[in-house]
């Protein structure tokens, strides 16, 4: 993006916007290295507004517990004295705080009620409505984050206080009123998924997803969806409906995507969590500059039924948090099976999930690998991945990317890890099967279950001898509305190009269980000269008989096109906070990359990790100066979307690499229908 620097674009908004500093929420720190605790097990403190609450061993919950015992602080605080009550913030908020606050454990600011959960679903719809469309002094930009807001969230939040109250606290909803933002691609029957496209307006499905199913069963609520990259073809935060989304640290930066808009969501406190789907880095790289923890679980785990589909082999949904709690809680709702009432064809559609369905691997929870003691640092083999393929800097090598790894591993040594260095110089690359006809077969079972869209194939014209082709005629094609974005036209023509008959071929499925299997094998030992002694990338003495617990590579393309790996092999992986990039004041991550079906000791390391070395920090952001209170109800939700929606045209002026604070301060009109200045 052609943008000036920072403190240009703190003028213009003063001068333009009437902003009374460039300052906003304080952020955390922005140092480079890791703050250790080598005993392992007290972590930072818990500072307030970070992960704890109470100090006790720096944990997510305010019973110092680990998250372990998965109990949410249903029991209340009778007898506590109110006016001693810490005051519940939003900001870093997470599943065990507001659990503690809505059994009475948080106090209200400016009030004698205890949080209840309409109130919470309110909460984030007004820092929505404040801070994701105005233009942010950390680089001129508005994060843009947000598509819309479901119109069924504050129902769905009093639904579940009645819950509450019958059942006297959470019962057995695990994320009992934890509001999450979906990616625009996951299917659900009460607000439409538009792959953040103009050419999908009206595409509602007849039934949700079944890891939408997942998370309302666990008791989240669907705050709405997020932006993302038109159809998932970028990663700069790019679509045709609305402003490119921007990260919330420096709105300079890119948020990476195609998850942008949940990353970028995520970071700013817009929602507890959100959903990706993740093709090639499209949950990882997003986490990595968002500050998160996101998970990319190997294929099979989470259902990819009724998420828009861009390559099936290489497509998953994970979930997108704050911290590795709500990471494991989330992933354990989204990866849990559906009944046949709610999903009477949920092994037909994506058959890969009765793999880890049948294997009996599948945990109820994943809350489990929580305990420190069993599944954290100490005592794991860990290897960092100096060569893939032909890449030899996979863990951003000579960047600052490389540099935080380094650290990072420096603490996982000090915390009783084993480390090693590991050569994969065989890997290649795969790819299998045709993105048309995968479309068409998405758009066959969407309305096989009830959907209702304005689109039935990828091409009507391309497309028409398909047997998957749905009747598909004329504007019935994505490709023949010509209402995709500008830049993205190309990309939906070269698909539609794709033989539309074309299945994934059995010699397609073995070269991709190849890859696999050469990865499992490095993994076990079993690769001769592949495992050396940890030299930092200098190639120490080969270790015979080490089976590796997990491996560390970098997230993003700082060190080269990684991303491929776990995409090829169909793993999976966790990405974990390391620290910021100071120089540009914008957070980074390390890819933890497991077995197959193994995310449990993934989940463990990273949390241990996490408990020690507190990175994670919130972004140091401005509410619009010309927001109103006003009641947070269906009218102000409406209003919200409809100026959203109506950023269809305005996106359409200016190519995303040309825009610039001008054409923020433009956007700004749009959104907020005031002259800016007044």
Known sequence: MHIPLVKKACVILTLSLGLAACGGEKGGSSESSPRVATDGINGSNGKDGVNGTDGKDGTNGSDGKDGSDGIDGQDGADGTDFFNLPVFNLVEADTQRIHDALAGKYKLANSTDKLTCETLVKMYIERIFKYNNNPQPNGGLPISAVLSINTNALAQARQLDALYKQDKGIGNRYLHCAPILLKDNYDTVDSPSTSASPSMLGHTAGKDSPSVI????????????????????????????????TNPYNTQQSPAGSSSGTGASIAANFALGGTGSDTCQSIRHPSSVGGLVGIRPSIGVVSRKGIFPLSHTRDTGGPMTRNVRDAALMLTAMASVPSAAEDANFAV?????????????????????????????????????????????????????????ENAVKVMRANGAEIYDVYLPNYTSRGAGSSHNEVNQYFKEFIRDGGKSPRKCLSSTLGATSPNNNGCVGLDGILETLRTGPRTAPFIALSATDDANATVTAAELAAIKAERDYATNVMDGNVPNTIRAYASGNSGPVIKDVKL???????????????????????????????????????????????????????????????????????????????????????????????????????????????????????????????PGQ
């Open 214 to 245: 997942g998370l309302r069963k666990a008791g989240a609520v669907i705050l709405g969806k997020a932006q993302q990259d038109e159809f998932a073809f970028f990663t700069t935060g790019f679509s045709g409906r609305t402003l490119l989304v």
């Open 349 to 405: 559609d994506d058959p890969d999930t009765t793999l880890f369905t049948n294997s009996g691997k599948r945990p109820t929870t994943y809350l489990k690998y929580l305990d420190r003691s069993v599944y954290g640092m100490r005592g794991k083999k860990i290897g960092i991945i100096r060569q893939l393929g032909t890449n030899t800097n996979p863990t951003g090598a000579g960047t600052v990317q490389g540099a935080l790894i």
């Open 549 to 675: 617990d997990v491996m560390i590579l970098s997230p993003g393309p700082d060190g080269g096109r990684t991303c491929d790996f776990g995409s090829t092999t169909q793993m999976g992986s966790i990405v974990a906070p390391v620290g910021v990039d100071s120089s540009v004041g914008v957070p980074r991550g390390m890819e933890i990359f497991v077995r197959r079906f193994d995310e449990g000791t993934g989940i463990g390391i990273a949390y241990d990790f996490e408990q020690v070395t507190q990175h994670r920090f919130p972004p140091n952001i401005s509410p619009s100066p010309f927001y109103q209170s006003k009641p947070i109800d269906l009218a102000a939700i409406g209003e919200f979307n409809t100026r959203i929606r109506s950023l269809i045209n305005f996106s359409s002026m200016t190519a995303p690499q040309n825009y610039s604070q001008l054409d923020a301060l433009r956007a700004f009109q749009y959104v907020t229908g005031r002259e």
